[in-house]
């Protein structure tokens, strides 16, 4: 997932809205991986996506992780 790719390189990102792109559970958790290393994103937006509970565990899990 580019998105993922992209929070991972530490791109001075601090805000990323991500409204309505399908995003499923496996993209989802690639997103969260990077989150969970990101110390830059302070606000994420993912409304209007297509992933289920699976992907919001994994984002919960890397809130938890990285509560910046």
Do not use: K, T
């Amino acid at each position: 997932i580019a998105i993922a790719e992209l929070i991972r390189s530490n791109v001075p990102l601090s805000r990323i809205d991500l409204r309505n792109n399908d995003i499923e559970d496996r993209g989802v958790h690639a997103i969260a991986s990077a989150v969970r290393h990101s110390v830059r994103i302070r606000w994420l937006d993912l409304r209007r996506n297509e992933f289920g509970v699976e992907g919001e565990m994994a984002l919960c899990d890397a809130v938890q992780v990285n509560p910046y």
